[in-house]
């Protein structure tokens, strides 16, 4: 497995509080993804970046947003949690070049929001 | 806009049987397309691409540009190829972006 850690795997929280999952890589890959896994969507896409601090939107980014300061990190924080970002959410990491080719992908990190 | 569809959410096929999981995409661009699996408990992970044109663990798929298809096939299904499947495209400005899934149920 590619050196891309999860933090926190598994948490619990109320609506309205703010959250932040972070991932780290050791792998130097430049691209990195957010996705939340939710049943009947598969993965969809949050937020990703391109390197230290350029990042885009991707398909469900509303109530999401994103940092990365150095390459290892990239941080996803929910300002104000709601029910429905409940869900598994999956950093992925790839590519050292101007192309992105194989993901890697971290445990997920499971969140419920109460 | 780019779209990647799975039809099936579950495909259940005897041990032996051949399975093919469909997947078809809609992209203005050149697609690269990808296969990922996930097995119980362990973490999504590359099965196959279509510019590498192999076959992993008896599994390939072709890209169809003409019916914009890119179907996982094996002619004989193992109890070990159970798992869920992704179908993913990557975009021109290295997004990925992928299907909502099909869980492969190998029966013994």
């Known amino acids: 497995d590619a050196g891309i850690t999860q933090s926190p795997r598994h948490k619990v929280t109320e609506t309205g509080t703010p959250v932040t999952l972070r991932c780290h890589q050791t792998?130097?890959?430049?691209?990195m993804y957010w996705y939340r896994q939710d049943p009947g969507h598969g993965l969809r896409l949050i937020h990703y970046?391109?390197?230290?601090?350029?990042?885009d939107k991707g398909e469900v980014s509303d109530g999401y947003s994103v940092s990365r300061s150095k390459t290892e990190d990239f941080l996803l924080t929910l300002e104000s949690a709601t029910s429905s970002q409940t869900s598994v959410y999956f950093c992925?990491?790839?590519?050292?070049?101007?192309?992105?080719?194989?993901?890697?992908f971290g445990e997920g990190s499971r969140l419920t929001v109460l | 806009a780019q779209r990647v569809t799975q039809p099936e959410k579950l495909l259940s096929v005897f041990k032996g049987a051949p399975v093919e999981l469909k997947c078809n995409y809609s992209?203005?661009?050149?697609?690269?397309l990808f296969w990922y699996v996930q097995y119980s408990r362990q973490r999504l992970q590359l099965l196959l691409r279509?510019?590498s044109r192999e076959s992993i663990k008896g599994f390939t798929a072709d890209l169809n540009k003409g019916e914009t298809s890119f179907h996982l096939k094996k002619p004989f299904a193992q109890e070990e190829d159970s798992a869920m499947y992704y179908c993913?495209?990557?975009?021109?400005?290295?997004?990925?972006?992928f299907g909502s899934g099909t869980k492969l149920n190998v029966k013994p």
């Open positions: 279509h510019i």
């Open positions: 992209y203005s661009g050149s697609p690269e």
């Open positions: 992925a990491t790839g590519g050292s070049g101007t192309t992105t080719g194989e993901l890697f």
């Open positions: 970046s391109y390197g230290v601090k350029d990042t």
């Open positions: 993913a495209l990557l975009s021109n400005f290295n997004k990925f972006y």
């Open positions: 792998e130097n890959h430049r691209y």
